[in-house]
């Protein structure tokens, strides 16, 4: 168990859930000297940037956006009269990869890993209806011990700069809201639910975690907030009659409201939306509900002008307005746990979401996608590291799971993307993430995780793992690319042939295809990164989908356009989206619309 709650900050009669987002001091700490120098008390020479931002594309010098190392972050806080003798913390949505937190010059806390929540307990150390010193250290060097997976050279001037074996930008920071928040000593510290479709009726069954022992009691309200079951005790189950479901694209949430109360008295009292909905993977089939169904949208990214990999309220916005008008049911978190606001739209909005931890880049070279087609091997998980990236992968996983497996809209794990599998060292690692998420989630999810091009029938040793068997392929791009589509084809078609050879009887789906596209490109007849080009790759890529039927879902790469590192393989950017980076659609969007649209959702 984590020794912090991965509950979602609200205000409640017993609660208190303050933002600290705004603007925050920051200083880069090239020489290191942060913690010598004191800067735990105050920074001495701060400039002020946003939160929640990456830090990068705010400056003009280059130094700073490609900046690798230590950074600090510097806010006041002032902590209520009224909070005393609660249990008060500081709550971070992320902070990218790696943290430690002083208050008031005293190390509270330290993270390790950049996309998911944690929270220091600053209960004894802050200073009550007075203002306290809020500082944090973070730092975003790449590793092979940490996720995602790269390395941190150091140039010939003295500087670091990290090489991602990824192909997104390092984006770095305070990426996500900070919360400060107080709860009773006693206090709700996690809720986790389970769902049995029985007739027309449901059972959902709880556990409630609290600090004590007071009882519990659980009341489900239905949407027009009438009273659908209740029930007594830190576990047990509602009985729901008539309940209505959570369906695909066709949302319905219930709403759980969790009290600690002795007698009359409610010591405390946390709200959690839920959808009654079940998930399933038989034979080829991935059913929700015991319906099947098809997945069509995409992998995406967190990813904007300006603010990087911050979140931003519009631009998730923008983007399920884009999806909804496409057509598309789901989408992949691609390569690492988005915002917790992300989830809670996906949960009102019907959308299914594969939750993918950040373990990218588990295979040792920067093109990994590109030369694993080559059939290099790296011999990433034979190294004296591993043990280490395992730690680090399989800590990141519990807290995925812990933080997400509430949200009826996540209906799978995705567990690696991209690693290299076809050697036999990575059997035994496969094995222990697989073992763990099934552990950890009482939901029993499907599991995934993204094959690479060289993993194919034959040379992949670690499908055998996966529930649903999700495919990244680029025939037709990075193999076999223009002119040569008609061999792509056919060497798609041969892969799925082998599969289907194999007798694997799991559904298959393409959690990655797609082509770079240039929207300022038009070319008569096509060459690659027009947009005719991408028109013509995917509808070859849809035509073969569609003769093979275990294929149960298509997530083209990408939602839009995203930053990456630069390079001769790049322009500004990946440019494969279906959409711009400022969410304007390419032409392929009205194909791909009138595609969706038309396709049944148990296709
Ligand atoms: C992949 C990776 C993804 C890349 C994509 C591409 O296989 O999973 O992160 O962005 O290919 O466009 O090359």
Redesign the pocket.
Known sequence: MLDYSMLYPESTVSRRAVSMDGMWNFQLDEKEEGIASGWTEGLPSPDSIPVPASFQDFYTEKDIREYAGDFWYEKDMFIPGEWEGKKVFVRFGCATHRAEVFVNGVKVTEHLGGFLPFSADVTDVVRYNAQNKLVVKVNNELSVTNIPCGTTITLSNGKKMAKPY???FNYSGLQRSVYLTAVPQEYIFDITTDYELCGEDAKVSYRIDTTGEHTVLVTLCDAEGNVAASAQGKEGVLDVKNAHLWEVRNAYLYSMMVQITDGAEVIDEYRQEIGIRTVEVKDTSILLNGKPVYLKGF?KHEDSDIIGRGFNIGVMKRDFELMKWIGANSFRT??YPYSEEIYQMADREGFLIIDEVPA?GLFESL????EASTGKQTAFFEKETTPELLKSHLHALEEMIARDKNHPSVIAWSLL??PESTSDAAVPYFKEVFDKAHELDVQKRPRTF?L??NAVPGTCKCHQFSDIVAL?R?YG??VKGGHEMMDAREMLIKELEGWKAMNVNKPFIFT?Y?A?TLASEHKLPSVMWSQEYQEEYLKMTHDVFDSFDFVKGEQV??FAD?Q?TEGI?RVNG?K?GIFTRQRQPKDVAYKLKQRWESLPVDF
Do not use: I, L, Q, R
């Open positions: 990824f192909d997104f992998g691609s390569h990218v093109m990994n996608f590109m993307n991209e993204a690479v091009m990244n680029y791009w990075y990655e797609g770079d790469w990408n995203f990456t393989m990946n494969k």
